[in-house]
């Protein structure tokens, strides 16, 4: 039976480490890289009615056309996300030319023929779906086009050769807008040696029965880009262009090696520690991680998930989560081997008792993760996706697999003499055949948390007054409340490559030779080859194409540029908040549920804390605020209610139903010191396995993603004090402020003597 038992240990290890070595290459190939990881172009639309026309179609229709304009970009993988009611959001993963992108998918492609009084003669029906091709005419390349109706195109063009010399032009058209195009004015264009915006002007000689051809200045890429973007057909709508953004390629692929590399690093120092805090435990935990995360992407990438840097946050609280499921297994079979148990029953009590706390904790997470969906957008979902993934991850590999593979172990009768394997020292274990009882409590036991609490409550409030304060005089002096990033303000951004290294401060000296104050300067490239600026200024056409010259000059490489509107960051934004605060409405409905409403208020208090505290710290050191800052607060939220709801647990489970109405306050004071004196082991190890692969990506990755990584191991820590020190004792304060409820007593007659009591067969 314990060989047995053992032979199935050894067997499901080597089948999932092979299963894993053999997959695992398959995973990292098939990864989806997002904008920020991989490089690309952003856009995001603004759908309105064409002339003439009340109401836009379906956007699920609006969204079909558009990819079949992205199929002429020849793009692996695009997204495109509705949002709201006629909003497109256009992400193309690897695609540097913006201007060709810009071009295909805003143009409506609304063919049309016309005369040189821009009466139209035909439109686009007359032409065979997808009959346009590129061809060559004496070598020349023109679009060929097969005819349809070739009847009427016969009628037309017969009718045209009979005009006069100069007017028997049939001229073809792409979006011509009545009022505005003409072909009177662009003649004038012609004139002076510029392009016109008509596609071509032909004389007719005769009635064309047959294919006709589209000739003009044209070169192969061009010819062959109008051919299929007249095969693509024509958009039912306009499309206003709100926001967008180009992110250099080399850029993105700089920032995913060395973040995968840091990752790595990272993820080793946590299995190091979890071996030395928990030996085989922790070696099963270890082995499990990586499980963990392949699973994960295995699952994401079959989903058809983007990879992006809030995917990499949900991806690492995801982790910390999951390590943390462990700690307070592991945590509570200590615990029971402390008490004296032996090491099977230590292992079947610890898991049993530890199973609510996870469970309650991942859920609560899960319903965060589940309207963070439902209501976000972009980044946001992405961020709420990845984490859905994580906490099932969690709940049905990490919790279920580490408890079959060391419940085979504990079974098979090996560890029965081996409890130090657990991590426990053999002095602190007592000797039950002895008489001996528990003798060791924990590194907590003497700390007395709600001393600590009158001590720091303060410290919190501190900080949020420094912050409004620096706030007030920063926004006074003309610099805004927080340093907003051009994603919540207008501006520009400009990529700028050198075969030289850049420096910071020569970026800013060429930009100011122009008159344009640089707000930030973001360095990449093995040898900071790639500069992308951000300037808080929109630059105009004209002074863009003078600063785009001189940059080109100056390093030799002609630099990209997007301008970036405030109205995408700012919906951002308050989507984000829409979605927090259902969610923590959901979230106060479930813990009112499954502990009670004090509880439930102490835990949304201390979310509203950690939130405020990380603004504090964007306002005090004029952090400057981009899109990212959304997924660090939506992260934090989810691992600081992971942490307080694994306290509350242990305040439950102590509390289990008994009052002290003497003196509550002093038992309630009892309760939560106890509590976390049990528990603040757990919140140490497990901040600390959640910000080592943190600091590994601070020092280690990529310089293009340090403040997004700073900003979530500030975020951690927060998350860490509050647990610790606010979240108990808030709902103490809330406790011993409660009134208790009077139960109503029922009138009973008072009865001047006694009455005598009928038992059946006694004296009845």
């Given at each position: 039976m314990r060989k047995s038992k053992l032979m199935v240990f050894i067997i499901s290890v080597v089948v999932m480490s092979l299963l894993?070595?053999?997959?695992?290459?398959?995973?990292?190939?098939?990864?989806?890289?997002?904008?920020?990881?991989?490089?690309?172009?952003?856009?995001?639309?603004?759908?309105?009615?064409?002339d003439g026309k009340s109401e836009i179609p379906e956007m699920s229709a609006?969204?079909?056309?558009?990819?079949?304009?992205?199929?002429?970009?020849?793009?692996?993988?695009?997204?495109?996300?509705?949002?709201?009611?006629?909003?497109?959001?256009?992400?193309?993963?690897?695609?540097?030319?913006?201007?060709?992108?810009?071009?295909?998918?805003?143009?409506?492609?609304?063919?049309?023929?016309?005369?040189?009084?821009?009466n139209l003669l035909m439109d686009a029906t007359v032409i065979k779906e997808g009959g346009a091709t590129l061809a060559f005419q004496n070598g020349i390349p023109v679009v060929s086009?097969?005819?349809?109706?070739?009847?009427?195109?016969?009628?037309?063009?017969?009718?045209?050769?009979?005009?006069?010399?100069?007017?028997?032009?049939?001229?073809?058209w792409l979006d011509f807008e009545e009022g505005v195009d003409s072909y009177a004015k662009e003649m004038e264009k012609v004139a002076k040696g510029e392009e016109p915006a008509y596609v071509s002007a032909a004389s007719v000689r005769e009635g064309i029965n047959g294919d006709a051809v589209i000739s003009g200045n044209f070169t192969d890429e061009s010819a062959r880009e109008l051919a299929d973007l007249i095969n693509s057909g024509s958009l039912p709508v306009k499309m206003n262009e709100l926001y967008s953004n180009v992110v250099s390629a080399e850029l993105g692929e700089g920032a995913y090696e060395k973040t995968m590399i840091a990752g790595i690093i990272g993820y080793i120092a946590v299995v190091i520690f979890m071996i030395a805090m928990y030996r085989l435990p922790g070696v099963i935990s270890a082995f499990m991680l990586f499980i963990y995360l392949w699973a994960v992407l295995k699952v994401y990438n079959l989903m058809g998930g983007v990879f992006t840097l809030p995917g990499i946050a949900a991806l690492v609280m995801g982790a910390g989560m999951t390590v943390d499921a462990n700690v307070i297994?592991?945590?509570?079979?200590?615990?029971?081997?402390?008490?004296?148990?032996?090491?099977?029953?230590?292992?079947?009590?610890?898991?049993?008792?530890?199973?609510?706390?996870?469970?309650?904790?991942?859920?609560?997470?899960?319903?965060?993760?589940?309207?963070?969906?439902?209501?976000?957008?972009?980044?946001?979902?992405?961020?709420?996706?990845?984490?859905?993934?994580?906490?099932?991850?969690?709940?049905?590999?990490?919790?279920?697999?580490?408890?079959f593979l060391l419940g085979l172990l504990v079974s098979s009768g090996w560890l029965d003499n081996k409890k130090t394997w657990f991590g426990v020292s053999a002095k602190h274990l007592p000797d039950v055949a002895k008489g001996e009882e528990r003798k060791y409590f924990g590194k907590f036991h003497n700390v007395d948390f709600m001393a600590i609490f009158k001590k720091v409550s303060l410290l919190p409030v501190a900080i949020l007054v420094i912050a409004v304060a620096m706030g007030v005089f920063n926004s006074v002096s003309g610099n805004g409340f927080l340093n907003l990033g051009i994603d919540f303000a207008s501006g520009t951004k400009i990529t700028v490559q050198s075969d030289a290294p850049l420096t910071v401060d020569a970026i800013e000296d060429k930009f100011e030779e122009f008159g344009y104050q640089v707000s930030r300067v973001q360095l990449s490239g093995d040898n900071n080859e790639m500069a992308s600026v951000s300037i808080k200024e929109v630059i105009e056409t004209e002074d863009m194409y003078e600063l785009k010259e001189a940059l080109e000059a100056e390093y030799g490489y002609e630099p990209s540029d997007s301008v970036v509107t405030p109205v995408v960051g700012r919906e951002l934004v308050r989507n984000a908040l829409m979605a927090c605060a259902v969610a923590w409405v959901a979230m106060l409905a479930y813990i009112s549920f499954r502990f009670k409403f004090d509880y439930a208020i102490s835990c949304i208090i201390t979310l509203m804390h950690d939130v405020l505290l990380i603004l504090a710290i964007y306002a005090i050191f004029r952090i400057e605020v981009e899109s990212t800052l959304v997924a660090v607060v939506l992260s934090i939220i989810g691992y600081s209610i992971n942490s307080s709801i694994v306290?509350?647990?242990?305040?439950?489970?102590?509390?289990?139903?008994?009052?002290?109405?003497?003196?509550?306050?002093?038992?309630?004071?009892?309760?939560?010191?106890?509590a976390l004196r049990n528990t603040g082991e757990r919140s140490l190890i497990t901040t600390i396995t959640t910000a080592l692969p943190l600091i590994a990506l601070i020092f280690l990755g990529s310089p293009s993603i340090t403040?997004?990584?700073?900003?979530?191991?500030?975020?951690?820590?927060?998350?860490?004090?509050?647990?610790?020190?606010?979240?108990a004792p808030i709902w103490y304060t809330f406790r011993v402020n409660k009134k208790p409820t009077q139960k109503k007593q029922k009138n009973v007659k008072k009865l001047d003597e006694p009455t005598e009591i009928n038992v059946p067969g006694i004296n009845s």
């Open positions: 894993m070595v053999w997959d695992m290459p398959k995973v990292f190939d098939n990864i989806n890289l997002g904008l920020d990881l991989q490089g690309g172009f952003e856009i995001v639309y603004e759908v309105s009615p064409l609006v969204s079909k056309s558009i990819s079949k304009r992205i199929d002429v970009l020849g793009v692996n993988e695009p997204s495109i996300m509705i949002e709201g009611e006629n909003r497109i959001r256009v992400q193309l993963a690897g695609v540097q030319d913006q201007d060709q992108a810009r071009r295909i998918l805003s143009s409506t492609a609304n063919m049309s023929f016309r005369d040189v009084n821009d086009l097969k005819i349809a109706d070739q009847d009427k195109f016969y009628e037309v063009t017969k009718e045209l050769a009979t005009r006069g010399e100069g007017k028997n032009l049939i001229v073809t297994t592991f945590e509570r079979i200590k615990d029971e081997l402390y008490k004296g148990r032996s090491v099977k029953k230590a292992f079947e009590e610890g898991s049993q008792m530890a199973f609510s706390s996870i469970f309650d904790s991942q859920f609560t997470t899960l319903i965060a993760a589940l309207v963070m969906y439902w209501l976000g957008t972009g980044s946001v979902k992405g961020f709420a996706t990845m984490l859905m993934i994580t906490i099932v991850g969690t709940l049905l590999i990490t919790v279920q697999v580490v408890k306290t509350f647990d242990r305040v439950r489970e102590i509390l289990d139903g008994k009052e002290n109405a003497k003196n509550p306050k002093e038992y309630y004071k009892t309760v939560v010191n106890e403040g997004f990584n700073t900003s979530m191991l500030v975020g951690i820590l927060a998350g860490a004090f509050s647990s610790l020190f606010l979240a």
